[in-house]
């Protein structure tokens, strides 16, 4: 056994001992001795009382039985001696029972003779602690009689005594018992327990944060994993968090100290007589001090002059006496002798206590804010300015917009009447420059919404082929007339169904192709579409307007984008404009999320304006992606168009249907490819020839092949291509005597493509000459409202009249109101189908108007249509709060008022007045 193995029971019995003589000063042994033998002492008492109870109950018990057996053995025996009056015989009787246990006193009573007393007693008679019985004594004959009495004394002296002896030998042996199994308790809670916990005690005491104390382990050899092996196992992780604690808590103090030394703010604490206790670097910068520590200890009287000392330390004592914080802007001299404006915040120190040990300060530079505050108080000002401007402009615009209403509503009716050639001459000059200058105030109104923030980018979906094919159509008449051919170059797969804002898409296209045309003298203008990324529900494309025409020099396209910037003064006089349209365009797409408009562009050779925009794909877009017919896989076409990039596309978009394309430039290569294609034995099924082509043109040049036709051979499967005329082209067709399998427009697009090249080679039943979309669109939706029963209410008697042309002549039945009051008597007389609703009319305006009727249940669902010359936003709203369905503005484009009107009215639904 190992030394410190055999000494240690010596340790543990001195230690043992040592607790128990310490009680009741302290120590579990003493504690446990005292619990011990008081708990023992009450179970002992408790069974004492009741082990005592039985004994004097079975004492008692047999004390009765032995005085029964007395009256049943001796009452008969001594009543004959009374009756004998046999005082010999009853003494020595008498004396024997006094023999008996417990029996101390008897006596014998004649009670038969009323005139003598016959008595004989033994035994001392006891004052106390007995029990007494009386017997009676019969005798004799045949009829017992009562002759006299007997009565016997019995002490419980005995019983007491011998109740006490055997309690004090119950209670001396279990108090010898208790002690013996107390101290042995002690000393097995001693070896089990208290030793470990004194040596927990001993280890525990020297535990400090910074001590690197090893771990505690109890001396014994016995038990393993019991709660003390849990308690010393919970120490050692206790003192390993406080050691970890510690070292957080110093890597917490490291981390504060450098957040405070590299904070920009200054801060210290100062202790109740004002000297500085910690203080950050950008504080002691300030001051000119090396080390924050050199502050340490001093006061504001050290550091600064004296009146502000002063008055630091008044501003102390103010908050120390308050308890509280305190803001104070004020101005702090630097040590070169600078000041600078601070915002400073002083606030009463308080320690764990409440009371009030010194002050916290931290001071900010709000020197930044202040001329932050002055610009935005500027810019405020500004605003207003803008808003006001904005406001200006918005009015001006209805106020031009009333009367341009007139003259392109005037004059649009008056090229649908009988003209002769000069006549209708001037009237559409004079309806295009209305419309040019509409264009001019839209630019106008425009910038002004996006100044004023007004300007919002919807969400709706759309379909990008519409637009293409809107764009076309408004730009292509400008193009025809100045022999520019305008060109559509997009992928076959391009998906058309998105989810964006198609009335600024189209806005920003029609800028850039408008400028392209304007810009371009001959040549081609292509507007190009490309997707450069696609997933399962968004896309991003790719937009380009390139043309042959002026191009821009490096230096000016720097300022291209600003406000009523162009290249030079003399581009706006040739060229007119006001320089508007790529500022908002380039604003519209930036506001939709896109790249910025790049251009690509050199003097004299053409320009190309091109941007990024991301949609998300419409639901229904993978259901609707078109795929080519399988009708055109295997034919073969030839493509004649005398324009390079126009001939490379549609033959492109031939190739990507499945067909066989060739292409040429002119009539001659086309015959001569003819005849080569028709000796080998492959024939071009299809030809596709453009009809604007020079020397020979497309009609001639179908002529010329039909003529090569061999004799007997099948008509050929003619495509005619056109930018505009296509009545024209098939009237000349007809009076050469050629038959046209199908004419179509330029430019072209891959659905309208395939469709077309399906109605040449009579694979599907159709007319050759097909109106344009944007015509069969504005008749569909005028079949749609024919019949239907319309008020139109507007206070100025020109725009009633040129609304009542434009409905009339489409089959629509109208009636007119000057103002909203009339407007409302008139629908409690009348039945109709929509109104048509001015915003701004004397008497009762529309939007009070429409309040008042949407009070009335008949004419909740009616719809109403606000007709305004505000082309605001928040005139939108307005419209819509009062209660309109929708709303159209002036002056009126006649395919959106059908459309719209479309959109809300059904005929024969009038609602009831």
């Known amino acids: 056994m190992p030394p410190s193995e055999a000494s240690a029971p010596v340790s543990t019995n001195a230690q043992w001992l040592s607790a128990v003589r310490t009680f009741p000063r302290g120590g579990i042994a003493g504690a446990l001795l005292v ?3 008081l708990f023992s002492t009450a179970i002992t008492l408790v069974l ?7 004994s004097y109950r079975s004492e008692r018990s047999r004390l009765d039985d032995r005085l029964s057996e007395i ?49 004989v007693a033994r035994g001392q008679p006891q004052g106390a602690r ?21 009565h016997i004394q019995a002490t419980l002296t005995e019983i007491y005594s011998n109740l006490v002896a055997q309690a004090a030998v119950i209670l001396l042996s279990n108090a010898a018992k208790t002690f013996l199994v107390a101290f042995f308790i002690l000393y097995i809670v001693h070896r089990l327990a208290t030793r470990h916990l004194l040596d ?37 992780a206790m003192r390993d968090r406080l050691r970890q ?53 001093k006061s504001d009287l050290d550091i600064e002059a004296p009146d502000v000392a002063r008055a630091y330390q008044a501003d102390d004592i103010a908050v120390m006496a308050s308890r509280s914080s305190r803001r104070i802007e004020e101005t702090l001299a630097h040590a070169d002798g600078s000041t600078t404006l601070f915002e400073t915040i002083k606030t009463a120190l308080l320690d764990i206590d409440g009371k009030v040990v010194g002050t916290v300060g931290i001071a900010r530079d709000i020197s930044a804010r202040r001329q932050a505050e002055a610009d935005r108080e500027a810019r405020r000002v500004a605003e207003i300015a803008t808003a006001a401007k904005s406001a200006f402009l918005a009015h001006m615009s209805h106020e031009i917009r009333t009367p341009m209403n007139a003259i392109i509503g005037m004059s649009h009716l008056a090229l649908q009447g009988p003209l002769d050639t000069a006549q209708r001459d001037r009237v559409r000059k004079v309806h295009g420059a209305a419309k040019s200058l509409l264009g001019i105030i839209n630019d106008i109104l425009d910038l002004s919404k996006i100044e004023a923030g007004k300007l919002d980018i919807e969400s709706v979906p759309f379909d990008l082929a519409e637009i293409l094919d809107g764009l076309v159509t408004l730009t292509a008449l400008n193009a025809d007339e100045k022999g520019v051919e305008l060109i559509l170059s997009l992928p076959p797969d391009l998906p058309t169904p998105l989810v964006g804002d198609p009335t600024r898409l189209r806005q920003v296209l029609l800028n850039l192709c408008n400028n392209a045309v304007k810009f371009t003298a001959k040549g081609e203008v292509v507007v190009g579409v490309d997707m450069v990324e696609r997933r399962t529900d968004a896309v991003r494309l790719r937009f380009d307007v390139q043309d042959t025409g002026i191009g821009i020099p490096l230096q000016v396209q720097q300022r291209l984008f600003q406000p009523f910037a162009q290249a030079d003064s003399s581009t706006s006089r040739q060229y007119g404009g006001t320089g508007l349209g790529l500022t908002i365009s380039r604003q519209l797409v930036e506001m939709m999320g896109g790249s910025d408009i790049g251009i690509d562009s050199a003097p004299g050779s053409g320009s190309t304006f091109h941007f990024e925009l991301g949609f998300a794909l419409h639901p229904s877009a993978a259901q609707a992606a078109w795929q080519p017919p399988a009708e055109l896989v295997g034919r073969r076409v030839l493509v004649v168009d005398d324009n390079a990039r126009a001939r490379a596309i549609v033959a492109r978009l031939c190739t990507a249907f499945g067909m066989e394309a060739n292409a040429c430039a002119s009539a001659a290569e086309a015959v001569s490819l003819v005849r080569q294609a028709a000796a080998a034995g492959r024939p071009y099924e299809l030809k596709l020839i453009d009809w604007n082509m020079p020397e020979v043109d497309g009609i001639e040049c179908a002529d010329l092949l039909q003529r090569d036709r061999p004799p007997g051979g099948a008509p050929d499967a003619v495509l005619m291509v056109s930018p505009a005329g296509l009545s024209t082209a098939q009237q000349m067709a007809q009076a050469r005597g050629l038959v046209m399998g199908a004419l179509m427009e330029k430019p072209v697009m891959a659905a309208t493509l395939a469709d077309a090249c399906l109605r040449a080679l009579g694979v599907v039943d159709a007319k050759a000459v097909q109106p344009a979309r944007r015509d069969k669109t504005l008749n569909a939706n005028q079949a749609l409202l024919r019949g239907a029963r ?14 009542v042309a434009f409905l009339e002549d489409s089959g629509i039945q109208v009636r007119t109101a000057g103002d909203g009051r009339e407007a409302l008597e008139m629908l409690a007389r009348e039945h109709f189908d929509g109104v048509l609703m001015d915003c701004q009319m004397p008497v009762m305006d529309g939007y009070e108007a429409t309040r008042r009727l949407r009070q009335h249940m ?25 209660g309109m369905n929708d709303h159209v503005t002036k002056p009126i484009n006649v395919e959106h008022l059908f459309a719209t009107l479309a959109r809300w009215v059904k005929p024969g639904n009038a609602a009831a007045g």
């Not at 319309?790 to 609304?803: C, F, H, M, Q």
């Open 858 to 882: 008949q004419w909740r669902d009616l719809p109403v249509i606000a007709m305004t010359a505000n082309a605001l936003t928040s005139d939108r709203d307005k419209v819509l709060d009062s």
């Open 200 to 236: 927990i005690t001993a280890s525990v005491a020297g535990v400090t944060p910074e001590a690197d104390v090893t771990p505690l382990v109890l001396r014994r050899a016995g038990l393993r994993g019991d709660e003390l092996d849990r308690l010393v196992e919970a120490i050692n």
């Open 48 to 54: 004492t009382v009741f082990q005592l109870t039985l």
């Open 71 to 119: 009256e049943a053995s001796t009452a008969r025996s001594l009543g004959e001696s009374l009756w004998a009056l046999d005082r010999r015989q009853l003494e020595e009787q008498l004396d024997g029972l006094l023999r008996l246990p417990s029996i101390r006193a008897v006596e014998v009573r004649e009670t038969s003779s009323p005139i003598r007393s016959f008595v």
């Open 790 to 803: 319309l008020l139109l209410v507007d206070d100025n008697e020109i725009n009633r009249e040129i609304g």
């Open 130 to 150: 007995f029990v007494e019985r009386r017997v009676s004594l019969t005798c004799c004959g045949a009829q017992a009689q009562t002759i006299g009495t007997l």
């Open 245 to 297: 604690h510690t070292l957080d808590l110093k890597n917490a103090n490291a981390r504060m100290a450098t957040l405070l030394d590299n904070m920009p703010d200054l801060a210290w604490v100062k202790d109740a007589q004002g000297h500085f206790i910690a203080v950050n670097r950008a504080l002691a910068a300030m001051k000119g001090i090396a080390e924050p520590i050199q502050l340490v200890g």
């Open 35 to 37: 619990r011990v033998v």
